[in-house]
T-cell receptor, first 114, second 116 residues
Framework: EPEVTQTPSHQVTQMGQEVILRCVPI?????FYWYRQILGQKVEFLVS????????KSEIFDDQFSVERPDGSNFTLKIRSTKLEDSAMYFC????????????FGDGTRLSIL | AQTVTQSQPEMSVQEAETVTLSCTYD???????LFWYKQPPSRQMILVIR??????QNATENRFSVNFQKAAKSFSLKISDSQLGDAAMYFC?????????????FGKGTKLSVKP
């Protein structure tokens, strides 16, 4: 069964540095998402992406964050000048072209900011 | 604003027994979907079951079933014949698709332990 894959599984970064989290969505999916889960808290929506542009973003997704689909397969989340509070699990998800299709999640990237 | 509430931070069940996880939600939309996702220690978010709001019939997937009460905005998950592999965090999620791309709104989760 096709899967969403995320790399790396764990990223440790110094505060103030830039980090790029990578995702390969399921190949025929058209909608892409990033979610964040701070330890012990609920999963929170960050951003959705369709047709090479952001379609929706939450209040969390400020100017520090950006997303990109640099080629036909990858979907990246960049965090500029990371802060301690950016430490969290970051999940990528994708779905097909019908809104009622479920989102399929990757295994997540654990981001630790030191 | 849409919200999802899971009032049980932790639950425990004996192997082979039945357990019910609670979820309530709030939305002003008439069309929406509800999901239960499972997150085992391996961290992956796995879809367990989903329910379309316009369907009155409760969804079932093998040992997993839901009790969907639309008027009460309640969406509980029942796990029958619990197995050790069912131990995980369970998240209830609401999907609105009226005009948006359909981002998920999650509850805080319920940690389920299964005792042998």
């Amino acid at each position: 069964e096709p899967e969403v894959t995320q790399t790396p599984s764990h990223q440790v970064t110094q505060m103030g540095q830039e980090v790029i989290l990578r995702c390969v969505p399921i190949s025929n999916h058209l909608y892409f998402y990033w979610y964040r889960q701070i330890l012990g808290q609920k999963v929170e929506f960050l951003v959705s992406f369709y047709n090479n542009e952001i379609s929706e973003k939450s209040e969390i997704f400020d100017d520090q964050f950006s997303v990109e689909r640099p080629d036909g397969s990858n979907f990246t989340l960049k965090i500029r000048s990371t802060k301690l509070e950016d430490s969290a699990m970051y999940f990528c998800a994708s779905r097909g072209d019908s809104t009622n299709q479920p989102q399929h999640f990757g295994d997540g990237t654990r981001l630790s900011i030191l | 604003a849409q919200t999802v509430t899971q009032s049980q931070p932790e639950m425990s069940v004996q192997e082979a027994e039945t357990v019910t996880l609670s979820c309530t939600y709030d939305t002003s939309e008439s069309d929406y979907y509800l999901f239960w996702y499972k997150q085992p220690p391996s961290r992956q978010m796995i879809l367990v079951i989903r329910q379309e709001a316009y369907k009155q019939q409760n969804a079932t997937e093998n040992r997993f079933s839901v009790n969907f009460q639309k008027a009460a905005k309640s969406f509980s998950l029942k796990i029958s014949d619990s197995q050790l592999g069912d131990a995980a965090m369970y998240f209830c999620a609401l999907l609105n698709y009226g005009g948006s791309q359909g981002n998920l709104i999650f509850g805080k989760g319920t940690k389920l332990s299964v005792k042998p």
